[in-house]
């Protein structure tokens, strides 16, 4: 009979970073969980790295036949999840981030006395391609409720993704389980705002998540048309969602909709992929589909300067100043 309460999630895909996602797992202080591996129709061939897998922790191991992902990443997600069995906890990794050695070994600290948190984060670090830290995204406060996480969303006073949290599987059924968007973009704003409901965000201190900023996936992406135009729909989508979540569980939002804007017009305006004409339309449009035609005007002016902005730093990365 099984006594950990915690089920590692991995919906695999690219075998690039694989091998370094694995080992950063079974290197884990604490190895009080199972991992759970969902092959989503791969061309890669995994297994020596699942072989390796079985022979140091509790691993679980599933190859579909159908690349879902690539149509719907969010029913991929779903259906890796489908594959825990008792766990209590499930953390949704990925197969090209790590975690620092000590993160089970913290969270299995953190929950024997913290025992109605639901939903629990741990503070990022991004690298490159070589491992290389590029970033340092500002720490959360240990606590976030869900207007506050919001908040600091929309104003990016705070860096997000998928990878650094981990849900209590209770909770996650109770809020009907990720939210779905097209790419999954915006899919882990909305799911931790669900869950948030229930006690909020705590961050555990004393251990980091490295998220891997790389060509291969797609928040990097920004000079592909098509999937810049599937993540701004997504962003917008995720607006709208926002706006019914606040009124449906009585919240109050504390953003303004130029805050929501502004937020809006960051994948706008980084790519190298539309036309000023085409990234016009496109603002106006979504200004339509938000109900934010009257702020035509003020719109305009603040894409514009965020464009000039954008130049500015481009003109100076080239040259090198």
Same mark, same amino acid.
Request: hydrophobic share 40%; proline share 1%.
């Given at each position: ?33 199972? @991992?759970?591996?969902?092959? *989503? #129709? ?6 020596? +790295? $699942? &072989?390796?897998?079985?022979?140091? =922790? ?53 929950? @024997?006395?913290?025992?109605? *948190? #639901? ?6 670090? +991004? $690298? &490159?391609?070589?491992?290389?830290? =590029? ?68 961050? $555990? ?117």
């Amino acid at each position: 009979m099984k006594t950990h309460q915690l089920a590692i999630v991995i919906p695999a895909y690219k075998i690039t970073f694989f091998r370094q996602s694995i080992e950063s797992i079974v290197n884990q202080t604490c190895k009080n969980f199972t @991992l759970y591996i969902g092959d *989503d #129709a791969s061309p890669d061939d995994f297994s020596e +790295i $699942i &072989n390796y897998c079985k022979n140091e =922790i509790n691993t679980v191991y599933k190859r579909f036949e159908e690349n879902l992902g690539r149509r719907n990443l969010v029913s991929h997600w779903n259906r890796c999840i489908n594959m825990v069995q008792d766990e209590q906890w499930i953390w949704l990794f990925s197969d090209d981030d790590i975690m620092e050695c000590n993160c089970v070994e913290l969270f299995y600290k953190h929950i @024997l006395i913290n025992v109605n *948190d #639901a939903l629990l984060h741990f503070n990022l670090k +991004i $690298i &490159n391609e070589n491992n290389t830290r =590029i970033f340092k995204p500002k720490n959360f406060k240990s606590h976030y409720s869900t207007i506050e996480y919001f908040e600091n969303i929309i104003k990016s006073s705070i860096y997000s993704c998928a990878v650094e949290y981990i849900f209590k599987k209770e909770v996650f059924v109770k809020v009907s389980g990720f939210e779905p968007f097209d790419l999954a973009w915006t899919t882990d704003n909305a799911t931790w705002m669900k869950l948030s409901l229930y006690g909020g965000i705590t961050t $555990i201190e004393g251990a980091s998540v490295k998220w891997r900023l790389s060509t291969l996936n797609i928040s990097s992406i920004s000079n592909d048309k098509n999937i810049v135009l599937r993540k701004i729909n997504a962003s917008v989508n995720y607006l709208q969602w926002a706006k019914q979540f606040f009124v449906s569980n009585n919240l109050t939002d504390v953003t303004s909709e130029f805050d929501k804007i502004h937020w809006l017009l960051t994948t706008v305006v980084y790519t190298s992929s539309l036309s000023y004409s085409e990234k016009y339309w496109i603002i106006i449009n979504d200004l339509k589909k938000l109900n934010l035609a009257s702020l035509k005007l003020k719109t305009m002016i603040i894409w514009l300067l965020e464009e000039f902005k954008r130049n500015i730093k481009l003109i100076t990365y080239y040259k090198g100043y």
